[in-house]
T-cell receptor
Framework: DGGITQSPKYLFRKEGQNVTLSCEQN?????MYWYRQDPGQGLRLIYY???????QKGDIAEGYSVSREKKESFPLTVTSAQKNPTAFYLC??????????FGEGSRLTVL | DAKTTQPTSMDCAEGRAANLPCNHS???????VYWYRQIHSQGPQYIIH???NNETNEMASLIITEDRKSSTLILPHATLRDTAVYYC????????????FGTGTRLTIIP
C-alpha cells in the first residue's frame, strides 16, 4: 500500500544533541512538508520542498535543517540551536494540486 | 497570506448534524477551501475541498457562500468517532506554495 512513513514514532534526546526524524513516501509525490505541533496548538510549518534538491523555509525554520536528495525522502534534523524542541512533528506529501497526505507523526522529547 | 477564522471549540449531540463554520474573507479567486481533521495524536486526514460550488462526499458536505468569504463543513450524522480538531485552510491552484494551518475547531460529540 502507498503511504507516508515517519520514524521513529517516539524519540528522546538530551539537550545539546542533534536528532534526525525520517519521512519516507512511496506515493510518488513531488512536494513534501514538515510541521510542528505543540500541545493544544495548530500545525506550524517548518520547511517544505516542491522538488528534489530544493526546499524553502516555512514559518518556524530556525533551529531546523532538511535535505531533499531523493524524491521519496525528506528528513528533518532538529539541531541544538532549537531552543524548545519538545513537540509532535508531522510530515506530509502532496501530488500537484491535490490534498496533503500526512504521516502518523514523531513525538520528540528533550530530557 | 490568506487567513481563516474558526471557533475554538464546538459541541454536537451524537446523531445530529455538526456544522463547522470557517471565515475566509480574504480568499482570492484561485484559492480552494480545504478541510482536514485530526484525531488526537494522529496525522491530519483530508475531508473535502471546494472552490465555488457546494461539494459532497462520503464523509461530509461543504457549503461555500456565494461571495466565498465563508464556508461550512457539515457532518450529517455525527458519531463519537467524529470527535477531533477540524482545520480549514486555503490552497491556491498554482501549487508552489507553503500550506499553513490555523488552530482549528475542536469538535466534541456528546453521547
Amino acid at each position: 500500500d502507498g503511504g507516508i512513513t515517519q520514524s521513529p514514532k517516539y524519540l528522546f534526546r538530551k539537550e545539546g544533541q542533534n536528532v534526525t526524524l525520517s519521512c519516507e513516501q512511496n506515493l510518488n509525490h513531488d512536494a513534501m512538508y514538515w510541521y510542528r505541533q505543540d500541545p493544544g496548538q495548530g500545525l506550524r510549518l517548518i520547511y517544505y520542498s516542491q522538488i528534489v534538491n530544493d526546499f524553502q523555509k516555512g514559518d518556524i525554520a530556525e533551529g531546523y535543517s532538511v535535505s531533499r536528495e531523493k524524491k521519496e525522502s525528506f528528513p528533518l534534523t532538529v539541531t541544538s540551536a532549537q531552543k524548545n524542541p519538545t513537540a509532535f512533528y508531522l510530515c506530509a506529501s502532496r501530488a500537484g494540486l491535490r490534498e496533503l497526505f500526512f504521516g502518523e507523526g514523531s513525538r520528540l522529547t528533550v530530557l | 497570506d490568506a487567513k481563516t477564522t474558526q471557533p475554538t471549540s464546538m459541541d454536537c449531540a451524537e446523531g445530529r448534524a455538526a456544522n463547522l463554520p470557517c471565515n475566509h474573507s480574504t480568499i482570492s479567486g484561485n484559492e480552494y477551501v480545504y478541510w482536514y481533521r485530526q484525531i488526537h495524536s494522529q496525522g491530519p486526514q483530508y475531508i473535502i475541498h471546494g472552490l465555488k460550488n457546494n461539494e459532497t462526499n462520503e464523509m461530509a458536505s461543504l457549503i461555500i457562500t456565494e461571495d466565498r468569504k465563508s464556508s461550512t463543513l457539515i457532518l450529517p450524522h455525527a458519531t463519537l468517532r467524529d470527535t477531533a480538531v477540524y482545520y480549514c485552510i486555503f490552497v491556491s491552484n498554482f501549487g508552489n506554495e507553503k500550506l499553513t494551518f490555523g488552530t482549528g475547531t475542536r469538535l466534541t460529540i456528546i453521547p
